[in-house]
Structures are given as structure tokens and as C-alpha cells.
């Protein structure tokens, strides 16, 4: 049994379809990259993977023990989250929320499971600075170890690396990366084939032609030189 | 300052300290949330809302006006939060016609069906708060208290929950949060704070017991925590002496605590200013 299976599904919003017929699974383990051009529907994909959005026709089937809510997510930044008063710590924190329930405070493991991630993400020295005073880098690791904390099965990532620069982009890789090969399935969003290409094991290809295979099949298929 | 102290000995001054810093506690408590997730203007729609029912509740002759203008009051406030999220320029624009229909509808009622002597300052004190000190019952003063106490446990509860909801609403709805819930909360708190606050601030003022503490606390802290922490602390300050200089002075209380607010604000601005360096 797969984590996600995705059969003939059609996504859009207000009725509309951006996308339609993909089909895709998902193991424990992998790591998929949903590549596409701008509009072609990738993050209304995610955000009907996530239980956000219902889709406009086909199913997602959950299996493999994967619950709900044990989907870590990394949205893409809202205009709100830019002048918000809030310090990582309590970010990070609040990715522990699931597991709270109606219980209202967070409990002494809550606490330290923050601090871990914070410890595995490099940033608990920025414990207590303001989210919006830190650089676009540390903002994404926030994010990340927020996640993190909501679980260690799954991340969706929805355009981890955009608006960083080059450096930071690689380091971001690199994070995500190591994440997969703890054992943390990921599904990413990007835009860029080539680090796609270099990283994921399965690509999703959305648009006008759709196309989930093996990296080694879309590499053969779109004849991408790699070196 | 002693006859401020000589004033304290009346109940009625008493009572209008306990209600007056209790619905400002109240509304900087959700005035954060509110400000932060570009909700600010429900408060000022929403106050429109009430000063429609409350026309139609004296039009009516109703003995007990809350009891029609807290429930109209709610439903608005979840209507206004459904359309205002479905369509982002649709709801805004819905905003403003329901608050301005609600003030005009509200007006002419009262103009037409009004048995009032005193019409003109029927309408004034409802937009602006009494022109003195409020003059509040026994029953009155505990059922203000009564709500405020829910109020507050209702925030403190649900604290983590909110602070999760405002900074990422589609975080906390993947993994499993009943964001939609947490919205209607707020709406209705507000809605319930709106009302009460009326009697103190009138229907006009109110929406600066909301934004105003919020606003001053982001001038000068960075953490969530902090900024509740000082709106309240901000909000309880300016109530009390915008309180205290209407009884010693005779001024218009509402009108006088919005300025001790103001004032408030703007002295956290400037002390942002330096802080930030």
C-alpha cells in the first residue's frame, strides 16, 4: 500500500479545472518533484493533496498507516506572515498543535521535540528573534522545523527555494535532502527541472502533457543531458 | 486626584471602571488576531450592524435591547466573515454596503417610528457613548462581568490554537485544525464585544478599543506572547484614565478614552522609533 494514491484526478477551483487526469503514487521514502508551468495547476494539486481543496473529480487514497494530519507542510509565504510579530520559537511550536487536540497548552515533550527540530534545522540560536526580521533562508527553515514537528512521515513543500539566493538554495537542497534520507517522504513543487532532476526520485510533470515516472524514465524521455 | 478618590465612593463610578476596562481588556485581547489577519474593518462594520438593531430594538420599544441587538449582532459577524473569505474584493465591498445600509436604515427607523422626546441625543449617545458618565444597573454590571470572564477564559484557552490559526491559517488546516471554527469563534467574540462595548464607547468609537492596543504593542514587541501581554496591559491603562479624566474633567467618556488611546499609541510609536533605533 502506498502513502498516496492519486487516481484520474481532476483539480481547480470555483469550478473551474486546471488540471486534470493525473494519476501518481507516492511510497514511504520518496521524493517527488511536481514540475509545471506557472498556472498549470501545481499548487492547487498540493492544496487538494492536503485535504485543503476537494477535487473536482477522482480520488486520493491514503494508506501505509498515513493519517490526516500527518502531512508537514511548507506553504509558500503570505502577505500577512511578512510584518507578523512572532518569535521562531512559537512558529516552530505551533507545528506541534496536531497533536495537542483540545488540550490547550503544549506539554513538556512538545517543548523539547520544537527544540530538536529547531537543533536540526541550525536555528535555535535564533530562538527568540522576530520571524520577520530574519532572511528568506532562516524564514524557510522555520517553516521546515515547524513542519517537522507536525510530522516525520511526509513534507509537502511548495517552492522551498523560491526568491533565495543561489547559496542558500543549494543549502536548502541539501536540508531537504538529508530530511529524505532520515526517512521523510517528500513531495516538492519546483520550478527548477535541473535540480529536480538531480535530487528526486519520481517527477510528476503537470500541463498540458502529464507524465509520472522513475527520474531515469523522464530523463531518458525528455532526453535531459545530465552531467 | 482627591476628587477622583471622592468620586469612587458612588457606585455608578465604580461600575463604569469595572465595565469600561473590562470590554477594552477584551477587545485588545482579540484586537491582535483581528489586526493581523487584516480583519480590522469587521469591527467597524459590525458596530454599524449594532447601532441598526439597537435603532430597531427602541423603535420596538423593547424593555431589554440586548437581547435583539447581541444575536442580529452575531449572525452578521459570521455572515461577514463567510462572504468576506469566499471573495476577497466581493466581501470588502459587501462589508461596506451591509454597515452603511445598517447605519441609514438604523437612523431613518429611529426618525420615523421614534417616540423618543429627545431623538438627537438618542442617536448621539448610540454612535459616541453617553455624554457623561454611563449610567449602569446592578444586573447590567454583572452580566458584563460574567461575559468578560468567559471571554478571557475562551482566549486563554484556545491561545496556541489562535496564534496558529492567524499566522497560517492553511498550515493549521492541513495539519487537522478546524480552522473554519476558530474563525467563527473569533467573529462571534467580537461580535459579542462590539455589543457590550456600545454602552461605553458607542457604535462609532468602538472599533478603536480593538486596533489601537494591538497596533501600539507591534510598534514596540516581537513576539505573539508579548504583544498580547502589552495590548491588554495598554488597553486596561488607557481605559482607566480615559475614565478617570471624563469623571474629574465632565468630558464625553468614549470620546475620552479613544484620545488616551491615541495619545497611547503615539507615544509607543515614538518610543518604537528610538527602541528600533
Known amino acids: 500500500m502506498s502513502y498516496i494514491e492519486a487516481k484520474n484526478l481532476s483539480v481547480g477551483y470555483d469550478g473551474e479545472v486546471v488540471g486534470k487526469d493525473i494519476s501518481f503514487t507516492v511510497n514511504k521514502g520518496d521524493y517527488l518533484c511536481i514540475i509545471g508551468d506557472n498556472g498549470s495547476g501545481k499548487t492547487t494539486l498540493m492544496k487538494t493533496i492536503l485535504g485543503l481543496k476537494k477535487p473536482l473529480s477522482g480520488e486520493i487514497i491514503m494508506g501505509d498507516g498515513l493519517k490526516k494530519n500527518e502531512i508537514g507542510y511548507l506553504p509558500q509565504q503570505t502577505v500577512i506572515q511578512k510584518d507578523f510579530p512572532a518569535s521562531v520559537k512559537e512558529i516552530v511550536l505551533s507545528g506541534c498543535l496536531s497533536k495537542c487536540g483540545m488540550r490547550p497548552f503544549y506539554k513538556k515533550e512538545e517543548k523539547a521535540l520544537a527544540l530538536e527540530n529547531m537543533k536540526r534545522m541550525g536555528i535555535e540560536a535564533l530562538q527568540d528573534k522576530c520571524y520577520r526580521e530574519l532572511s528568506g533562508g532562516q524564514q524557510q527553515r522555520v517553516l521546515l522545523a515547524r513542519a517537522l514537528c507536525a510530522t516525520e512521515k511526509l513534507l509537502l513543500l511548495d517552492e522551498p527555494v523560491s526568491g533565495l539566493d543561489p547559496n542558500v538554495t543549494a543549502e536548502m537542497y541539501k536540508l531537504i535532502e538529508q530530511l529524505n534520507k532520515d526517512g521523510v517522504t517528500i513531495i516538492m513543487i519546483s520550478h527548477d527541472i535541473e535540480s529536480a532532476v538531480k535530487y528526486a526520485s519520481h517527477i510528476l510533470h503537470i500541463g498540458e502533457n502529464i507524465f509520472f515516472a522513475e527520474k531515469a524514465q523522464y530523463v531518458e524521455k525528455m532526453n535531459i543531458n545530465l552531467n | ?277
Open chain 2, 1 to 277: 486626584m482627591e476628587k477622583f478618590f471622592s468620586y469612587l465612593e458612588y457606585p455608578i463610578v465604580r461600575y463604569a471602571l469595572i465595565v469600561g476596562i473590562l470590554i477594552s481588556l477584551c477587545a485588545s485581547l482579540l484586537g491582535v488576531t483581528l489586526v493581523l489577519k487584516r480583519f480590522s474593518f469587521i469591527g467597524d462594520g459590525l458596530s454599524h450592524v449594532a447601532f441598526g438593531a439597537m435603532a430597531i430594538a427602541s423603535v420596538l420599544n423593547l424593555t431589554d435591547k440586548m437581547y435583539l441587538v447581541l444575536p442580529l449582532t452575531v449572525v452578521c459577524a459570521v455572515l461577514i466573515l463567510w462572504t468576506g473569505q469566499n471573495a476577497k474584493i466581493k466581501g470588502d465591498a459587501a462589508i461596506a454596503m451591509i454597515s452603511v445600509s445598517a447605519l441609514a436604515l438604523g437612523y431613518l427607523l429611529m426618525n420615523v417610528f421614534g417616540t423618543s422626546a429627545n431623538l438627537a441625543g438618542d442617536v448621539c449617545s448610540t454612535l459616541f457613548g453617553s455624554t457623561s458618565i454611563i449610567t449602569l444597573k446592578l444586573s447590567e454590571v454583572m452580566l458584563c462581568i460574567v461575559i468578560s470572564v468567559i471571554v478571557i477564559v475562551v482566549f486563554i484557552l484556545f491561545y496556541n490554537k489562535l496564534f496558529s490559526v492567524t499566522f497560517d491559517e492553511n498550515f493549521a488546516k492541513a495539519s487537522g485544525t478546524n480552522s473554519q471554527g476558530y474563525n467563527l469563534l473569533i467573529a462571534i467574540i467580537i461580535a459579542v464585544i462590539i455589543v457590550l462595548g456600545m454602552n461605553l464607547v458607542g457604535s462609532l468609537l468602538i472599533s478603536a478599543l480593538v486596533i489601537f492596543p494591538a497596533l501600539s504593542a507591534m510598534r514596540l514587541f516581537k513576539s505573539f506572547r508579548r504583544v498580547t501581554v502589552f495590548s491588554a496591559i495598554f488597553a486596561v491603562t488607557c481605559a482607566f484614565l480615559g475614565i478617570a479624566v471624563s469623571i474629574i474633567a465632565g468630558t464625553p467618556v468614549g470620546s475620552t478614552i479613544v484620545a488616551a488611546d491615541i495619545a497611547g499609541f503615539l507615544i509607543c510609536c515614538l518610543a518604537g522609533h528610538f527602541y528600533a533605533g
